[in-house]
């Protein structure tokens, strides 16, 4: 294994440590084989789905909201990014909705309002919602940072590994019934995985038991227009996940 594949390898182990840790696994039971090997002898559980609760060591109920998450955050600094930030972008949309969209970082619009896909990406994002039957109030929008990365370039290792634990309670507390991923960086964070978006678009994957679709970022649209209609049939089979009929025509998805 070389050193960028090791390194990969442990960014991704510690994100899925901090996953665990953030939903209360507190260690993992471990079994010895016949031949000495020590193996995990369990598997992460689901996140709950809309409806569902986690239980206190009591046996109460103990369901966290997307407030509680937000909270929790704070005024964050548990990376660079903070010192630099204008305004902390959380997420936008309804805390219960069936469908979360998530992204890769805050622009320059985003940064400044303090709201998720807000520019002209995300006007475009707003025409795909609306054409799936949707308005955008009734979805939930967030990114895997929370804070704006300097010139807009690309999340680094430790920006993701500081904020992945936030997203996870993020989508948990909501507990939608589909998450689409816009674009690479979000696909890759979220399923722990290298390949490009153009191979992962276009078929669902698991996310701890919720279908998640990645497609293309809608920045990534607005300079290769030829592929909304790859982003439209992505959001099709969304569509038809929800028990939604896709209509026959987009008019702001597809042509949008």
């Known amino acids: 294994m070389s050193d960028t594949e090791l390194r990969l390898l442990l960014s991704s182990l510690r994100g899925y440590l901090g996953e665990l840790r953030e939903t209360g696994v507190e260690g993992l039971p471990f079994a010895v084989t016949a031949a000495g090997q020590v193996t995990a002898s369990a598997t992460p559980e689901p996140l709950p789905l809309k ?18 998450v937000l909270h929790d955050l704070g005024d964050c600094r548990r990376c660079a990014l903070g010192a630099g930030r204008t305004r902390l972008v959380f997420g936008v949309g309804n805390p219960e909705a069936r469908i979360v969209f998530v992204g ?13 896909f807000v520019g002209e990406a995300g006007q475009l994002l707003t025409r795909i919602i609306q054409a799936m039957g949707f308005d955008r109030e009734e979805v939930y929008i967030c ?8 010139g807009n370039r690309n999340p680094l ?4 590994d500081a ?27 979220l399923l722990a995985v290298r390949e490009p978006i153009s191979m992962l678009r276009g078929r669902f994957h698991d996310y701890h038991g919720i279908p998640l679709m990645p497609t293309f970022h809608p920045a990534y649209l607005l300079r290769n227009p030829a592929m909304k209609r790859e982003v439209w049939n992505d959001m099709k089979a969304v569509m038809r996940v929800l028990g939604l009929e896709p209509a026959q025509k987009s008019h702001s998805g597809e042509k949008g």
């Open 104 to 116: 890769e970082a805050p622009g320059r619009d985003e940064d400044l309002q303090g709201e998720p």
């Open 51 to 68: 409806g569902e609760e986690s239980m206190s060591d009591a046996g109460s109920p103990v369901p966290e909201s997307v407030e509680d």
């Open 163 to 189: 904020c992945q634990p936030f997203l996870l309670r993020q989508i948990k507390a909501v507990g939608p019934e589909v998450i689409v991923a816009l674009g690479t960086f979000a696909a890759q964070t």
């Open 157 to 160: 290792p430790a920006e993701i």
């Open 143 to 150: 990114n895997v940072l929370k804070c704006r990365p300097p």
